[in-house]
């Protein structure tokens, strides 16, 4: 990756001089309108300007406002001239209601424009709440970007404040080195959806007869945009820098004040966020879902992809931010969430920051990085590099890193280890030394650790792991582990239940930040948990499954199989193969599943409850349907009950587990953590609920969310008038908006929300407040 960055940087253009345009009185509002008339004086609605060239054309000053009107569409670029000041921003922004204005870059009246919205040489501006798009047909290589802020000449720009922006279907370059249609070399450090470049090369390494030697960045803001379905990088902030081989902060200056915060990067082609040249920058709270897989047909050279990093910058930090489902870019081109590339220095921090399903693992310590040290801690990994190779690895080309306290999950397998660039060269005991890894959770199925690496305090799950002095090999007993879910607190399932073995037994680590992934605090001195979260045991999951190995078989075919590998509960069933065999199941609750198979060698099967024929249910099937719900029962009286099924006909009668209902008050231990927001309280009122009691909520975006172990879940709640809608969500995906109105009698202890015939297995119900006086929760079913 280091070699991709510094040829990117041989392949930058220097930038354009800025023309002469009118300068108008400073603290004034100009309104843009599409049926606006560039005549009029642009300082009223009815009098506003209509077209991006007038607005190109003249200079604005500090205070000033260009307001867009809402559902408005520009073609062109938007490149206004002027600056503002240090607490008096020109503001770039939207007025009416509607849909965000639109600025489409448009290359088709224009061959040389590069960017829709373009500031260059300019200080202290605000551009927000605008669409910005740069759509093309084909892969046609020109150099695209949405925003492109430029500094082409010697100085300090301060204060651009880039905000609250959707950057949608930006055409950029996505190849790593391919040929434009001017026959030059261009690749994705050119262009991105959102740019920042600084031509400073005070080394004058491009040997330019009047080099830019001081010009750099001051109060740098990019934050709660929405990057999508764009083909090149997402946010990109770069510079001309030297050849890899030289000291790049020879006479370089770097911006500062750099905040990346917020952002939403989604489908798109390339790396979701690269800083370079900055000092201490700040990469905050920013998710990034889908990289690397847009637009790769017809796409040649699309390599070299990672998710979030930073080079030739100095002690950047990464924290709370979200990578997921980068795309397999093959054998050794990355595709890793995190990296520690090339001229960094100082210190390189990764805390609290949530990765998941990326085909490269999780991160990679760049060979010519020159960094001291890489931090990585209290991060949570969950099937990074599942399904291929590379597994969740950490492949670290330098020495000086320190991992610890991070929740390693997958069902893949873990690496630590080294392989530089060169394959052809091995890495010696230099590049291994003072490399660290204590109190981590590694759970796998296969582990290869360099043996070069000092560990001291894992716990290693599915393999044994490399030599430890205090290793435990045991199972961590997460709550409940969510693999694939997006958002940052689908990590909750990976806190530790009373009995973990991680609990309290790692080694204190006196520079630990502070805190873990969840904010609790942790100590300089006590032992800590292993692993990312520090807090005390959390409850666990209430569970309504049984596997077949505790159901009662009458008959003498019954048989057992396990590891067949197609899906069943606990990878085992058992089988009967004599018609008359049979299954039964004593519990206790008001209803039942039955989980079995459905195939073509199955048949029919009678099903009594209490001794009672309810009904013949047909399991054949045209193919194998692995832990199905073959029947379901409910409404039976609460009480004991007696589940028997026998086999009637087919080759067999396959039976994987029962499934029965559980009620959870919403006062349970399982349930008090899922409140989130300003939660009421009320017991006692004598209608009916279950329990006798209820939490409500009455702000709008309250929620709770719920953790279980099963095959559906119910909310129970109440229907009454003062009840409205709310938005349900089972393993973070949108379900339904419910409404629990009603105009009649207050309804206690309703079922307002059921999702039956999920895999049996760890899920999550989530609810969140759209309308009403209150939401209330009385508790939950789980099947």
Known sequence: MATRIMLAALLLLSGLSLPVSPVLASSTTYYVDPAGDDAGSGTTPATAWRTLGKINGTTFGPGDR????????????????????????????RYGSGAAPVIAGDRSTDASLSAAVKLENQSYWTVQNLKITFPAAGNDNWKRSGVYVHASQNGTYGGIHLLNLEVADVKSISCW????????????????AIYVMTEEDPNNFHQSPSPVTNARFDDLLIQNN?????????????????????????????????????????????????????????????????????????????????????FV??????????????????????????????????????????????????????????????VFRYNVSVNDGAGTDLGARFLIDKPGVQAYNNTIYTTGRIQAYCQLGDPSVVCGSALKQN????????????GNFDSGYSYDYNLFHGFSGPADAHKLNAN????????????????????????????????????????????????????????????????????????????????????????????????????????GDSVSYAFTGDGIDLIGEMNVDQGLVDVYIDNVWV?????????????QHVFVKRGLSPGTHTLKAVKKSGTYMTVDAVAVPKYVN????????????????????????????????????????????????????????????????????????????????????QSVFSQSGLAIGYHRLKVVKASGTYMIVDGTIVH
């Not at 408005?72 to 020109?90: F, H, R």
Request: aromatic share 12%; proline share 4%.
């Open 615 to 627: 009904q013949t249910i047909d399991t054949y099937a045209a193919a194998r349907q692995a832990q």
């Open 177 to 192: 080195e391919c040929t434009d249609g001017n026959g030059q070399t261009v690749g994705a450090f050119n262009n991105a």
């Open 476 to 579: 961590p007993q997460f709550q409940a582990p969510f693999p694939g879910m997006d958002g940052m607190d689908a990590a909750s399932g990976f806190k530790l239940v009373a009995g973990s073995p991680a609990l309290a037994s790692g080694t204190p680590v006196s520079y630990n930040g502070g805190q873990d992934y969840w904010g609790n605090p942790v100590s300089a001195t006590a032992q800590p948990n292993r692993g990312a979260y520090n807090g005390a045991a959390v409850a666990g999951v209430v569970s309504s499954a049984v596997n077949d190995s505790g159901l009662s078989y009458t008959g003498s075919s019954w048989a057992v199989s396990s590891n067949r590998q197609v899906g069943d509960y606990m990878d085992d069933v058992h089988y009967a193969t004599q018609n």
């Open 226 to 310: 929405t990057i999508r379905d764009s083909t090149g990088i997402g946010i990109l902030m770069m510079n001309r820098f030297g050849p890899i081989t030289a000291n790049p902060e020879a006479n370089f200056h770097y911006s500062t004040n750099v905040r990346v915060a917020g952002n939403t990067i989604r489908n798109i082609g390339r790396d979701a966020i690269v800083i370079g040249g900055a000092d201490a920058p700040l990469i905050e709270r920013n998710s990034a879902y889908d990289l690397g897989h847009i637009s790769r047909n017809g796409v040649s050279d699309q390599r070299l992809i990672a998710g979030m990093f930073a």
């Open 435 to 446: 490399v660290y890894f204590w109190n981590n959770l590694f759970v796998g199925s296969q």
């Open 313 to 374: 910058s100095r002690n950047p930090l990464f924290q709370y931010n979200e990578v997921a489902r980068i795309a397999d870019m093959g054998p050794g081109q990355d595709g890793e969430a995190w990296d520690n590339d090339w001229g960094n220095t100082g210190t390189v921090t990764y805390q609290y920051n949530y990765s998941h399903d990326n085909a490269g693992g999780i991160i990679l310590q760049q060979e010519n990085t020159r960094s001291d040290w890489l």
């Open 666 to 749: 919403d006062t349970d231990a399982t349930m008090a953590a899922g409140y989130i927001g300003a939660w009421g309280y009320s017991n006692a009122r004598g209608i009916g609920d279950y329990g006798d009691d209820v939490h409500y909520a009455s702000q709008n975006g309250d929620s709770f969310d719920y953790a279980f172990y099963g095959s559906g879940i119910e909310l129970l709640s109440e229907r009454s008038g003062d009840q409205g809608l709310a938005d349900v969500y089972v393993d973070g995906v949108f379900v339904q908006r419910i409404d629990a109105y009603t105009s009649g009698p207050r309804q206690a202890m």
């Open 66 to 93: 260009i307001l867009f009107k809402s559902g408005g569409v520009w073609t062109g670029q938007l490149w206004p001239k002027g600056s503002g000041a240090a607490g008096n921003p020109v503001v770039i922004d």
